[in-house]
């Protein structure tokens, strides 16, 4: 059968080689793609928003099925017009997305089903988000309702902070229409904990758990960025734990929603926090993690278009997800400068040394050929150096060996993932 992934960034270069390993897929297209996945399909000029171009390339090309990658085109309605053209299509339609695209949605949804979560309210008034802050313990937690690049949320230690925090989300839009809409919620603390599952309207599959390591500098310091590296599993991901949350928080989640007429097919993203009073959710992705996928896929054992189809068909209580026992970690080699201003157009090199290393992967995203056919830099994040190891001590020795073999003039990387291991 012949797969379109739509997306470019190390999760849909994650998505494309568990594609690639099933022998029921003849030919792969990723729209637009990058560098790495150009060796393993063929890239498509057309941008991931551009939904209409994406369905009549699906006619023309005969896809037997498109997988969406990223949320944009997801919380932007893309599994609605592919679904109006009777193409075959994995993800959530943009009724189910919601659950990603608007935080005051999935708060309000949590509250009335009692899926455990931080207390909030939502406000779309900054007057008034003002007036409340003004009797509310500190720290306290301020995000703009829609899609802002993992950066919409600002924790804020005093009053002041706060104050200023409103002004930044609602009034100036730092982060444009995303802020129209605001969540104040309660400051909690504990670990995080990723949990990425397949969901087909009705039932629901976990897999294996993951954590993702946010702030761009070593010990949790700088700015937040899409995600600088990440290990599977967590150790803190306990069997206590897994049981709390297949009562109260997943099955309980895929009901709100049928519940709502927001049938949800696809992937939900579970992001955790272990508090004292038990795992609450912090928030709802309706899509893979980037990096998580990363090191969660390349330990899946069954074939991924196996699962995606029964998520499609409403089958998935037919199957039974299995992952290796291995670990794996994942660090993302950045341009010096992300997530604000940095270089791109460096010259990439040294991805010959994965050459026939078996345990070690080499995903990209930030890159593309220049005009020469070399590989060259092309966003914030450029590859994500993922190993697989017995353990995940022995994953990270891996990982970090092979973050020496690739070289590019502001090559830039966290060198604490995965440290919490030490503490487990
Ligand atoms: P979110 O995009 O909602 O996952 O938030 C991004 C990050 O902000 C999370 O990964 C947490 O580290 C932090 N965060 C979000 N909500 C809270 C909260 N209620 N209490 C403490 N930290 C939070
Ligand atoms: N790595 C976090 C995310 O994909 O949202």
Not at 179 to 196: A, D, P, Q, Y
């Amino acid at each position: 059968m012949k797969v379109l992934v739509v997306g470019s960034g190390g999760r849909e270069h994650a998505i494309c080689t568990a594609v690639a390993k099933s022998p029921r897929v003849d030919k792969i297209y990723c729209a637009p793609g990058n560098a790495g996945i150009a060796a393993i399909a063929e890239c498509v000029a057309i941008q991931a928003m551009e939904f209409e171009k994406l369905a009549a390339f699906a006619k023309e090309n005969g896809i037997d099925l498109t997988i969406i990658g990223m949320d944009d085109p997801l919380v932007g309605g893309i599994v609605d017009v592919f679904e109006a053209e009777g193409l075959r299509v994995f993800g959530p339609r943009k009724n189910a997305a919601i659950l990603e695209g608007s935080k005051a949605f999935s708060k309000d949804l949590m509250k009335k089903y009692n899926i455990p979560t931080a207390a909030y309210e939502n406000f779309d008034d900054p007057q008034k988000a003002l007036a409340y802050l003004e009797t509310a313990k500190m720290p306290i937690v301020l995000k703009a309702d829609g899609l802002a690049l993992g950066k919409g949320v600002l924790i804020c230690n005093t009053l002041e902070e706060a104050k200023a925090g409103v002004k930044e989300i609602m009034e100036d839009k730092k982060f444009g229409p995303a802020g129209n809409t605001m969540v104040i919620e309660e400051f909690m603390t504990g670990r995080e904990v990723s949990v990425l599952s397949f969901v087909d309207g009705k039932s629901i599959q976990i897999m294996s758990s993951a954590q993702d390591h946010k702030r761009a500098k070593d010990g949790d310091q700088g700015l937040n960025t899409g995600g600088m590296g990440t290990f599977s599993p967590s150790p803190f991901y306990t069997k206590e734990v897994d049981e709390f949350c297949k009562k109260y928080i997943y099955q309980a989640t895929v009901d709100a929603m049928a519940k709502e007429g927001r049938e949800f097919k696809g992937i939900i993203f579970f992001g955790l926090m272990l508090t004292e009073e038990g795992p609450k959710v912090l928030e709802y992705n309706a899509r893979f993690g980037d990096p998580e996928a990363q090191v969660v896929l390349c330990r899946m054992k069954n074939d991924i278009i196996d699962v995606m189809e029964a998520c499609v068909d409403g089958t998935l209580d037919t199957l039974k997800l299995e992952f290796e026992d291995q670990a794996a970690v994942c660090v993302v080699l950045a341009s010096d400068g992300y997530p604000l201003a940095y270089d791109k157009g460096l010259e990439i090199t040294g991805f010959e040394n994965f050459e026939g290393k078996d345990d070690y992967y080499c995903f990209h995203a930030g890159t593309k050929f220049d005009d020469a056919g070399r590989i060259v830099t092309n966003g914030g994040r450029v590859l994500g150096i993922t190993a697989k190891g017995s353990d995940l001590k022995e994953a990270r020795v891996k990982a970090y060996e092979a973050t020496e073999w690739i070289w590019f003039a502001n090559k830039y990387m966290r060198h604490d993932i995965g440290k919490a291991i030490d503490e487990a």
